[in-house]
């Protein structure tokens, strides 16, 4: 009984320090930037907020989503602070970690956009795909231009959504910056218009 105690407990204690490593690099990665997807000669802009990812990471818990991700961020998060449930299985949770741990693939491999996809539980305007897992997208409450990631999904979603197109640009800026000025990932495809005055002009230039 002892044994299996500590087993637990040694458990509890590895997820934790999963989840703040996650927390890190979801903070390194994406916080505090805008990133713009273009595909079909079109795009969306996504914002990757601080409380999306209590939810990415697939457990339960009663602490705000905010606060949340600041324990992580901050090495606080305690073993009593969240569990798992049937809603929110630990099978379910290990996919997801398995995941958050390469959401960089996002932008160095060839992916795809998805447009309208419908899951048994949730539907989202957008998502993206590298074959493992599709981040997917959608408005928030306060019906902001941008997209808001929203859900963390295992596999490649496409059968789920009614339309699928291959992203040829992924550009980023900070938030408080009014034009893109990193390309991500790019390929062979020449920027749209519309998105043209969105670039700084060392961008414009490096495509030329």
Do not use: W
């Not at 408005?139 to 339309?163: F, M, T, V």
Request: with cysteine.
């Amino acid at each position: 009984m002892k044994k299996r105690i500590n087993g637990k407990l040694k458990q509890l204690k590895y997820i934790v320090s999963e989840i703040e490593q996650a927390a890190q690099l979801y903070k390194q990665i994406f916080v505090g930037k805008k990133y713009l997807f273009v595909f079909d000669g079109r795009f969306i802009e996504v914002v990757f907020r601080e409380d999306a990812f209590k939810h990415l990471v697939g457990v339960e818990s009663t602490l705000p989503a905010r606060r949340f991700y600041d324990l992580a961020i901050e090495h606080q998060l305690e073993a009593a602070q969240f569990y798992f449930s049937s809603r929110h299985p630990l099978d379910t949770y290990k996919k997801k970690m398995k995941h958050l741990k390469k959401l960089s693939q996002i932008f160095e491999k060839q992916c795809y956009m998805l447009q309208d996809i419908h899951t048994n539980t949730a539907s989202f305007s957008f998502g993206t795909t590298e074959g493992e897992f599709t981040l997917c997208f959608g408005k928030d409450k306060h019906h902001n231009p941008e997209y808001i990631i929203q859900s963390l999904r295992n596999g490649d979603a496409s059968k789920k959504a009614a339309d699928k197109f291959i992203v040829t640009h992924i550009l980023a800026k900070p938030n408080n910056q009014m034009l893109y000025s990193e390309m991500v990932y790019t390929t062979a495809e020449q920027l749209p218009d519309i998105v043209e005055e969105k670039i700084t002009p060392h961008i414009k230039d490096a495509l030329m």
